[in-house]
């Protein structure tokens, strides 16, 4: 089993990323190899600030190590370091069919009205996305609901490469939906994903929050009047109390029924201090490691450089294959 997944290296981590994806990547290290790399190649599909994009690098990597991914165990780097990725990408994205890619609903919300001034990057970055798993043939792809349809372009780009080709160039890879994943919400609104981009800075819990921080947002995050149930079916109409409850859950490795056998019948009053004490014990120390890492970028540079040669390793036969199934001279 081998299992590639990426994180844009936007600054600003937050409790959604940890609970929806790097908890359970520090999981799967135990279970198989794993390839967990900084996406600053997608980054740049839309305009970043240089500086701003390099400090953001090197604090993800803080925030990946303290909250538990350990390069010793994994491989841990960025695109930019490994030019596979970009080769490849240019490879499959001449043998992928525009309709395929019109067909995706991402380009669609991110570019909104403004799609004749999008870049031809934001529009082609599903194909790299695929180059990104493709390289190393990976077997399985961690994915929640918004990328399923993703993963199936990569499938289909795989597939037809193989058919056009004549060859067996690359494993198409699996879905992998880790049983800790969760999905978490704004603490403003049960209906909206927790995100960075929010301008309320009470919708969601930073990474970088201290403790006192994330006692008050858990205060004043949105709920109802109503006393928590005694099953899951009673908060289907409640979604800011079913986020709170995901939450407590995922962050103390609970299901969310053993939530609220503990707590049926009582109110938010009992329920958000405690909430609050359980996210402050989990997090505090993964801040308190996150603020001595970022201190250190000679030793973040280290990690991404030793990442990115191991990482470079395994995607050179993948890309001379794919090189030589197009009949591209190399040698």
Request: glycine share 6%.
């Amino acid at each position: 089993m081998r299992t590639v997944s990426g994180i844009q290296p936007t600054g600003n981590l937050h409790l959604g990323n940890y609970l929806g994806a790097i908890k359970n990547w520090v999981k799967m290290q135990d279970e198989g190899e794993c390839l967990f790399f900084l996406a600053d190649l997608h980054a740049i599909t839309v305009h970043n600030d240089p500086a701003e994009l390099a400090a953001n690098c090197r604090e993800m990597v803080a925030a990946l190590v303290a909250a538990g991914v350990d390069p010793d165990k994994s491989i841990l780097f960025n695109q930019a370091r490994v030019p596979a990725h970009a080769e490849l990408a240019w490879m499959l994205i001449c043998n992928t069919p525009m309709g395929w890619l019109d067909r995706m609903t991402q380009f669609k919300e991110k570019s909104g009205k403004h799609k004749q001034r999008a870049s031809l990057g934001l529009y082609g970055y599903p194909v790299l996305q695929a180059a990104d798993v493709l390289v190393y043939q990976a077997t399985h792809v961690p994915v929640g609901e918004d990328q399923k349809q993703h993963l199936e372009l990569a499938r289909d780009i795989a597939a037809k490469f193989n058919s056009d080709t004549g060859t067996e160039t690359f494993v198409p890879p699996e879905p992998f939906i880790g049983k800790s994943a969760a999905r978490i919400m704004s603490l403003r609104d049960g209906n909206a994903k927790m995100s960075k981009s929010d301008p309320s800075d009470l919708s969601r819990i930073n990474m970088s929050d201290d403790d006192d921080t994330i006692a008050r947002k858990f205060k004043k995050a949105k709920t109802d009047p109503e006393p928590l149930p005694d099953n899951l079916a009673d908060l289907a109409d409640r979604p800011e109390a079913r986020n709170l409850i995901g939450i407590y859950a995922a962050l103390a490795d609970q299901t969310q029924e053993d939530v609220l056998a503990a707590y049926a019948g009582k109110g938010f009053g009992d329920f958000k201090p405690a909430l609050a004490d359980l996210a402050v014990s989990k997090l505090s120390p993964i801040r308190q490691r996150f603020e001595q890492l970022r201190q250190d970028s000679s030793a973040i540079d280290a990690i991404l450089r030793d990442g990115s040669e191991k990482a470079s390793t395994l995607a050179r036969p993948t890309v001379e294959a794919a090189y030589a199934a197009l009949g591209l001279l190399r040698n």
